[in-house]
């Protein structure tokens, strides 16, 4: 539908994850997804929404006074051409948008103005097979990569994948990121430390460590944060 979204929640938050981790933010979280990553933390927004016109899903996020609005999900660009058009929307309101997106779905009609977060699915998620790697050559260095790691074989994936299509020279930055409860932070930061000691990271490139912050403030089961 043109003018009609199905919505989870919408809600202000502190950005947990990205550059813009830490920042106030209005999350506007879509209903639906194809994927089915083992790992996923948001399997609630699967199946229920609210219906609601673009109308007032702008209306509720300009209540919280927040500049930052990112649009996830599930999977946002499902719900396409209206998650476009409230995109459009939000950026002519002078919004910063942020877009988070599986990567399975094309990106190329995505304003230019929205931040692109892309997520490639490494094989710990079983959802690999489904990377659009058409979406990649349209990434610049307004967007951002996301690899979650359920453990030391989804980062050799993610490495040997950056170094191949030099993502981390490419885009703001790429973050790799461990899933919460199965990969230490410590133990990613490690793998990561050695391997600029080593020069298999190169250090003029963008690669960070991310965390899922909001779960670190909040109970990590906690809706609405």
Same mark, same amino acid.
């Given at each position: 539908?043109?003018?009609?979204?199905?919505?989870?929640?919408?809600?202000?938050?502190?950005?947990?994850?990205?550059?813009?981790?830490?920042?106030?933010?209005?999350?506007?979280?879509? !209903?639906?997804?194809? +994927? #089915?990553?083992? &790992?996923?933390?948001?399997?609630?927004?699967?199946?229920k929404g609210e219906k609601l016109g673009i109308d007032d899903v702008i209306a509720k996020v300009r209540r919280f006074r927040i500049p930052t609005v990112e649009i996830t999900?599930?999977?946002?660009?499902?719900?396409?051409?209206?998650?476009?058009?409230?995109?459009?929307?939000?950026?002519?309101?002078?919004c910063e948008v942020l877009l988070e997106t599986g990567g399975h779905v094309d990106v190329s009609d995505v304003p230019k103005e929205v931040s692109i977060i892309l997520d490639i699915k490494c094989p710990g998620s079983?959802? !690999?097979?489904?990377? +659009? #790697?058409?979406? &990649?050559d349209i990434l610049d260095e307004n967007?951002?990569?996301?690899?979650?790691?359920?453990?030391?074989?989804?980062?050799?994936?993610?490495?040997?994948?950056?170094?191949k299509?030099?993502?981390?020279?490419?885009?703001?930055?790429?973050?790799?990121?461990?899933?919460?409860?199965?990969?230490?932070?410590?133990?990613?930061?490690?793998?990561?430390?050695a391997d600029f000691e080593?020069?298999?990271i190169d250090p003029a490139g963008n690669i960070r460590q991310g965390f899922q912050l909001h779960k670190y403030i909040f109970d990590p089961a906690a809706r609405g944060v």
């Open positions: 539908m043109k003018d009609t979204l199905f919505i989870t929640e919408i809600y202000p938050a502190i950005q947990g994850e990205g550059s813009s981790a830490g920042k106030p933010c209005a999350m506007v979280r879509l !209903s639906g997804c194809d +994927l #089915r990553c083992v &790992w996923c933390d948001t399997e609630y927004s699967f199946t999900g599930g999977e946002p660009l499902l719900q396409k051409p209206a998650v476009l058009e409230l995109m459009r929307r939000l950026v002519a309101d002078d079983g959802e !690999s097979e489904n990377n +659009l #790697r058409s979406n &990649w967007d951002e990569i996301k690899f979650v790691l359920a453990g030391a074989d989804d980062y050799e994936f993610a490495l040997d994948l950056i170094s299509e030099r993502f981390d020279l490419r885009v703001r930055a790429v973050h790799l990121s461990p899933v919460f409860d199965q990969l230490e932070a410590a133990e990613l930061a490690r793998m990561i430390l080593s020069g298999r």
